[in-house]
């Protein structure tokens, strides 16, 4: 993975806080928040990091909210690139002022528009007639504390909060040797099922569905939860993006829903 890359590259391997990024281009012009990011300055980070992950994705590249520096998510993780490209930084940026993790405002914008691309006919959806709030959930069926959220699935609908599932199995799509991994073949068959809601919910309940293939979104769901920073499940976005957490009872789902998420 692209964490344990840099990890490597950086402070052999030590909490990665700030590392030198070695580059050779040109040193950019500082970023004010409200400059856009030049082209120039656009390629200077993205060879910056090609340096350390040949691989790296770079989805988003922006001024930070702190001068210097431009705040890019690539590969599923948030990074910090000085202006001149030397420096790189890996983490949460918390301003101080507000209280409040700048990085996440990144994230959920991200987030966001990420999601608002998967259509709904992809995803599996539990919602009331006239739903309140909507939320996005990355799942995995045999994950406990996914099957034990989906117990609750009738009480979030009754609160007005529709759940949209997105497949996300942890042990990812296919085994070293190549092979589909049982839990992806599982949630295909899932995908693939006539009534996708009935076999979802008899398979958080223990209840394997019938072997189906099709082709199916959750090849493509599980490289999106990745690109998201999705390290577990059930990994839960509220219509704005932001992250509400993990297993939340419909109380606590409410409460985080009201409060802004």
């Excluded at 990024?21 to 970023?31: C, E, M, R």
């Excluded at 090609?50 to 690539?74: C, H, S, T, W």
Aim: charged share 15%; with cysteine; hydrophobic share 45%.
């Amino acid at each position: 993975m692209f964490k344990n890359l840099m990890l490597v590259a950086c402070l052999g391997g030590l909490s990665l806080s700030a590392c030198a990024v070695q580059n050779d281009a040109a040193p950019a012009a500082p970023a004010t928040a409200a400059a856009a990011v030049t082209p120039a300055a656009r390629d200077m980070v993205k060879q910056a990091l090609a340096k350390l992950a040949p691989n790296i994705r770079v989805d988003v590249i922006e001024p930070a909210p702190m001068p210097g520096f431009y705040q890019v998510i690539a590969s599923g993780q948030m990074l910090y690139i000085s202006t001149d490209g030397k420096y790189m930084m890996h983490g949460d940026l918390v301003d101080l002022g507000r209280k409040q993790n700048a990085s996440e405002d990144a994230w959920a914008r991200f987030r966001k528009a990420e999601l608002a691309k998967v259509p709904a006919s992809e995803r599996i959806v539990y919602a009331p007639a006239n739903p309140k709030y909507t939320i996005s959930v990355f799942t995995d069926v045999n994950c406990g504390f996914c099957r034990a959220l989906h117990e609750h699935i009738a009480a979030f609908n009754k609160e007005g909060i529709a759940v949209e599932y997105l497949a996300w199995p942890r042990e990812g799509v296919v085994t070293t040797a190549g092979r589909a991994t049982p839990t992806y073949t599982e949630m295909a068959s899932i995908w693939c099922a006539k009534d996708r809601n009935a076999a979802f919910t008899a398979a958080t309940a223990g209840q394997a569905p019938a072997p189906l293939t099709c082709a199916n979104a959750v090849k493509d769901q599980f490289d999106l939860g990745v690109k998201l920073g999705v390290s577990g499940t059930p990994a839960i976005y509220g219509p704005n993006g932001r992250a509400l957490g993990g297993y939340l009872t419909p109380e606590q789902l409410l409460q985080a829903l009201k409060q802004g998420g």
